[in-house]
């Protein structure tokens, strides 16, 4: 299994190109079952999560073509099948979105409950209850959810007891063909799911509300083509701004959109970094001064990302005093913390809170990690700690960072990757 190992401490300096978001490209992919015409997406980021969702995709009948330069055609003029095979849903849980396309498309669709992982028990509830509430009849049979709709689905009003952003995504799907008027309650308000709605608008649906929490979709008969730019990855953004951080660098974020990372660059600019806010990008520093200990949350958007708070985390355990880090979206999601105690971090959980006492410098050392955000925090750490890191189970970080170790080496890293057996 291939390794990244890391000499940390320089600091990075230099310019990096904020790719797609993966979280966004994958519905958006999903969604393009939802007509018989090609869609293109452009700024599509190469990752593994992306092609598991080209061969998920091809199981119903689209045809997905890399057409290079980050640009993908789906083209699925008939579905051919309606089942999301374990073996792949089991690699990646986004396979779930395609729940909602498929059951509107053709009113029946199989797909393997994804079941828990390495962050939560992560259940898919919210997702049946909504489409069971749009005319669904949902059976649970050897491990598959069986969806059928055989008189189509109709509009309703949805209130979500928790906000799910896979759970808007395939309720603001499955609504789009449905008849009549659905209302979204206590909908997600990720940019994710702003970017869904424009590409289902683009489309030909009718939706309202994009960026509140109740939105209103009115049903149409049949969607067409279209072609959609993928936004940029705010975690990513956020992740390479820590960096800068927590080396003492300075690293210009090219194409990274101001609007949606302010929750993510608030606490790290009470943290002692500076940021730059120019026209294309995001210049993000931290001079010789220490860096303080802040507080975050984690909540739903327009609140502190999950998806950030081991990245933070990693910063905070070098800071020059303490700072409380509470996870209130998933349970289990502390796994770097052990992993960031062998490099020499005072980090102490209880229940939902890590209390993270900064200590004056990491040590490099190898570990390793279960889960894509705790992976990278973990290549944070080790770009900021003396001596060698290796950081194992890449394939976590390949399913979500385009070309991570380039970007990094470009802005002065000492990082290379190493195939193991
Ligand atoms: C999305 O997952 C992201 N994945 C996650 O990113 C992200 O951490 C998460 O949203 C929260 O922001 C993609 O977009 C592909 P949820 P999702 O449904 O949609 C509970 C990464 O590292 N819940 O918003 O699966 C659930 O258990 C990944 O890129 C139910 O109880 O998350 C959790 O506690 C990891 N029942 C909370 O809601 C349900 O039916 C929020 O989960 C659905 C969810």
């Given at each position: 299994?291939?390794?990244?190992?890391?000499?940390?401490?320089?600091?990075?300096?230099?310019?990096?190109?904020?790719?797609?978001?993966?979280?966004?490209?994958?519905?958006?992919?999903t969604?393009?079952?939802?007509?018989?015409?090609?869609?293109?997406?452009?700024?599509?980021?190469a990752?593994?999560?992306?092609?598991?969702?080209?061969?998920?995709?091809?199981?119903?009948?689209?045809?997905?073509?890399?057409?290079?330069?980050?640009s993908?055609?789906?083209?699925?003029?008939?579905?051919?099948?309606?089942?999301?095979p374990?073996?792949?849903?089991?690699?990646m849980?986004?396979?779930?979105?395609?729940?909602?396309?498929?059951?509107?498309?053709?009113?029946?669709?199989?797909?393997?409950?994804?079941?828990?992982?390495?962050?939560?028990?992560?259940p898919?509830?919210?997702?049946?209850?909504?489409?069971?509430?749009?005319?669904?009849?949902?059976?649970?049979?050897?491990?598959?959810?069986?969806?059928?709709?055989?008189?189509?689905?109709?509009?309703?009003?949805?209130?979500m007891?928790?906000?799910?952003?896979?759970a808007?995504?395939?309720?603001?799907?499955?609504?789009?063909?449905?008849?009549?008027?659905?209302?979204?309650?206590?909908?997600?308000?990720?940019?994710?799911?702003?970017?869904?709605?424009?590409?289902?608008?683009?489309?030909?649906?009718?939706?309202?509300?994009?960026?509140?929490?109740?939105?209103?979709?009115?049903?149409?008969?049949?969607?067409?083509?279209?072609?959609?730019?993928?936004?940029?990855?705010?975690?990513?953004?956020?992740?390479?701004?820590?960096?800068?951080?927590?080396?003492?660098?300075?690293?210009?974020?090219?194409?990274?959109?101001?609007?949606?990372?302010?929750?993510?660059?608030?606490?790290?600019?009470?943290?002692?970094?500076?940021?730059?806010?120019?026209?294309?990008?995001?210049?993000?520093?931290?001079?010789?001064?220490?860096?303080?200990?802040?507080?975050?949350?984690?909540?739903?958007?327009?609140?502190?990302?999950?998806?950030?708070?081991?990245?933070?985390?990693?910063?905070?355990?070098?800071s020059?005093?303490a700072?409380?880090?509470?996870?209130?979206?998933?349970?289990?999601?502390?796994?770097?913390?052990?992993?960031?105690?062998?490099?020499?971090?005072?980090?102490?959980?209880?229940?939902?809170?890590?209390?993270?006492?900064?200590?004056?410098?990491?040590?490099?050392a190898?570990?390793?990690?279960?889960?894509?955000?705790?992976?990278?925090?973990?290549?944070?750490?080790?770009?900021?700690?003396?001596?060698?890191?290796?950081?194992?189970?890449?394939?976590?970080?390949?399913r979500?960072?385009?070309?991570?170790?380039?970007?990094?080496?470009?802005?002065?890293?000492?990082?290379?990757?190493?195939?193991?057996?």
């Open positions: 299994m291939d390794s990244i190992l890391i000499r940390g401490g320089n600091p990075l300096r230099g310019t990096i190109q904020i790719s797609g978001a993966k979280n966004a490209a994958l519905p958006l992919m969604a393009t079952l939802l007509t018989d015409e090609p869609v293109t997406l452009t700024n599509v980021p990752l593994a999560d992306i092609r598991t969702m080209a061969e998920l995709l091809a199981e119903f009948g689209c045809k997905a073509e890399d057409q290079g330069n980050n993908w055609q789906f083209n699925t003029p008939e579905i051919t099948g309606t089942v999301a374990y073996d792949i849903v089991r690699k849980r986004a396979s779930v979105l395609v729940l909602g396309p498929l059951l509107a498309r053709t009113g029946e669709a199989k797909v393997s409950l994804p079941g828990g992982c390495a962050i939560g028990t992560r898919v509830n919210i997702h049946i209850q909504g489409l069971e509430a749009l005319g669904a009849e949902i059976e649970i049979e050897g491990g598959y959810i069986h969806a059928t709709a055989p008189r189509g689905l109709t509009g309703t009003t949805v209130t007891p928790v906000v799910s952003v896979g808007t995504e395939n309720l603001l799907m499955a609504a789009a063909l449905a008849e009549g008027t659905t209302v979204l309650e206590n909908a997600a308000r990720e940019p994710e799911i702003g970017d869904l709605i424009d590409l289902l608008v683009a489309m030909g649906a009718v939706v309202a509300g994009r960026g509140t929490d109740r939105i209103t979709i009115t049903g149409q008969p049949a969607l067409h083509g279209a072609a959609h730019r993928v936004i940029p990855d705010r975690i990513e953004t956020g992740t390479f701004a820590v960096a800068a951080a927590i080396t003492g660098g300075d690293i210009l974020l090219t194409g990274a959109d101001h609007d949606i990372v302010e929750a993510i660059l608030a606490p790290l600019q009470r943290s002692g970094a500076s940021v730059d806010l120019l026209e294309g990008g995001i210049r993000v520093r931290r001079d010789g001064a220490g860096i303080l200990g802040v507080d975050v949350m984690t909540e739903p958007y327009p609140g502190f990302p999950t998806d950030m708070q081991a990245q933070f985390m990693a910063l905070m355990s070098i020059h005093s700072a409380m880090i509470t996870e209130t979206i998933f349970e289990n999601r502390f796994m770097h913390v052990p992993e960031l105690g062998r490099m020499g971090a005072d980090i102490t959980v209880h229940d939902s809170s890590a209390m993270v006492r900064g200590v004056r410098r990491l040590k490099g190898p570990v390793m990690a279960t889960d894509l955000r705790a992976s990278v925090s973990l290549v944070l750490a080790g770009l900021a700690a003396e001596g060698e890191t290796q950081v194992n189970r890449v394939y976590h970080l390949d979500g960072y385009e070309r991570l170790e380039e970007k990094l080496k470009a802005c002065g890293a000492d990082i290379e990757r190493v195939s193991g057996n």
